[in-house]
T-cell receptor, first 115, second 114 residues
Framework: IAGITQAPTSQILAAGRRMTLRCTQD?????MYWYRQDLGLGLRLIHY???????GKGEVPDGYSVSRANTDDFPLTLASAVPSQTSVYFC??????????????FGSGTRLTVV | GENVEQHPSTLSVQEGDSAVIKCTYS??????FPWYKQELGKRPQLIID?????GEKKDQRIAVTLNKTAKHFSLHITETQPEDSAVYFC?????????????FGPGTSLSVIP
């Protein structure tokens, strides 16, 4: 089934631990994004990637890193988790770069709790 | 950078009534304005979008209007139904290509009362 797969679905993580959230898409979309969703703040962009091999910082990049080794995968890493990173994380992708924006396809989200 | 504001934060309407959600944006270069619906516990999904070369767009019971001079745009839902209950996010982007990132508003929680 075409779409975006995120893993894990949820996770409780001790503060100070390292964690990688996985995101895989099979639509051959060039652009991919990581957002965090917090009540009252909407969806805030953490990092993005326009094409494989390139990444960029979004609105709230501190404490997070990403890589884009190929078109399909876009993992998000928390090097040393802190409680303020408790959130729901959504991965998204969009259609072929260079074409008019046709909106995002979102993954099902990862609920992360840092204690 | 772009800043998107959205009002109201919560909205309750009787089934069959209309619902209106309003958004403003700050970047005059923005020209792509999508709306997403997020049902409880689910992922956001694109429901309608509008580009700066049109002032209004309709799709069945939903419509969006855009006023570029005032830098605001609105979502209108007519004949609301219980399944319209969700959080709605407006967003703005320069939108020329998928390189142009989308900035979201904080969301409006819509409740349709049967």
């Amino acid at each position: 089934i075409a779409g975006i797969t995120q893993a894990p679905t949820s996770q409780i993580l001790a503060a100070g631990r390292r964690m990688t959230l996985r995101c895989t898409q099979d639509m051959r979309h060039n652009a991919m994004y990581w957002y965090r969703q917090d009540l009252g703040l909407g969806l805030r962009l953490i990092h993005y990637s326009n094409t494989a091999g390139t990444t960029g910082k979004g609105e709230v990049p501190d404490g997070y890193s990403v890589s884009r080794a190929n078109t399909d995968d876009f993992p998000l890493t928390l090097a040393s988790a802190v409680p303020s990173q408790t959130s729901v994380y959504f991965c998204a992708s969009s259609d072929i770069a260079g074409r008019p924006n046709y909106g995002y396809t979102f993954g099902s989200g990862t609920r992360l709790t840092v204690v | 950078g772009e800043n998107v504001e959205q009002h109201p934060s919560t909205l309750s309407v009787q089934e069959g009534d209309s619902a209106v959600i309003k958004c403003t944006y700050s970047d005059s270069a923005s020209n792509y304005f999508p709306w997403y619906k997020q049902e409880l516990g689910k992922r956001p999904q694109l429901i309608i979008d509008i580009r700066s070369n049109v002032g209004e767009k309709k799709d069945q019971r939903i419509a969006v209007t855009l006023n570029k001079t005032a830098k605001h745009f609105s979502l209108h839902i007519t004949e609301t139904q219980p399944e319209d209950s969700a959080v709605y996010f407006c967003a703005a982007s320069r939108g020329v290509t998928s390189y142009d990132k989308v900035i979201f508003g904080p969301g409006t929680s819509l409740s349709v009362i049967p």
